[in-house]
């Protein structure tokens, strides 16, 4: 059975393109017809790549790895921001940081510049500046809260980008390409789909479009995380079920007990004068864009280890 459904799509305005004038000849594909003017999108074709990139995100998501969503415009970025963060995801709904993902060893700096503050902020050293050093950490702080503040739990590059406007978004789509992470977008009529590995033709300025969207893809990233949790319940029941092994004529019950790797607690910062004025300068990575040609490529982390522990038994 279809994610959505032919009516829903078409109460959502998805159907609705670009004038004729603006298209991407491109998308000659996706287009049904033209009415007074404007493009009509072929939503038989829309409900095909919506279902195949909602399969795509599940299989993502029930690996365990994250999808980045991008979403800068004003129609888009309250929903992804209201639907993305319920299902655990980074999104990127301010601005989208110049190297975000070809320089991103830089980013995380930045991140945990940010985790530093509020270290800071808690310790006694914090009662010791003046208010003008207080004020200008919380300035700090704040700029770096509304950039990089759904990526925080990003420890490594995405799995895949789910990108709203592929025009505005266009060094986002030119960095994921760069690195060979997946792209699934929302194009519209007036966009260029050469690139995206899985094109969803829709209109991508009505917020409706962009919540019906969204919210399916949400959906298909909650089941893969549901069927994870019910895969890794089984696993360690699996773990847990004891089994037998003969020895000198007589029966022998093993239990299998896998403990879980106890994490070190975080070492007390040590607040010097330094680290302060570090903490107050300026932080470049937002203040100005990286040019896509200028931007400093690293190299790309292995994929996830598996979670589950192996444990060998003789």
Sequence with gaps: MPRTEFKQLLDAGVHFGHLKRKWNPAMAPYIFM???????????????????????????????????????????????????????????????????????????????????????????????????????????????????GSIVDLTRLPAALFIVDVLKEKIAVREAQRLSIPIFAMVDTNSNPEGIDFIIPSNDDASQSIDLIITTMCDAIKDGLSDRKVEREKDETADEKPFTLKKSGRKTVVKIIVEDDIEEADEKEDFSDDKIADLLADDDVLDEEVADEDVVEEEVIDEDVADEDVVDVK
Excluded: C
């Design 34 to 148: 033209e009415k007074n003017g404007i493009h009509i999108i072929d939503l038989q074709k829309t409900i095909v790549k919506i279902d195949e990139a909602a399969e795509a995100l599940k299989q993502i998501s029930r690996s365990g790895r994250k999808v980045l969503f991008v979403a800068t415009k004003k129609q888009a970025k309250l929903i992804v921001a209201e639907k993305v963060s319920a299902v655990n995801m980074p999104y990127v709904a301010e601005r989208w940081p110049g190297g975000m993902l070809t320089n991103f060893p830089t980013i995380r700096k930045a991140v945990k510049k940010m985790s530093s503050i509020d270290k800071l902020i808690k310790d006694a050293a914090w009662d010791n500046l003046s208010k003008r050093e207080k004020l200008q950490i919380t300035r700090q702080r704040a700029k770096l809260e509304k950039v990089l």
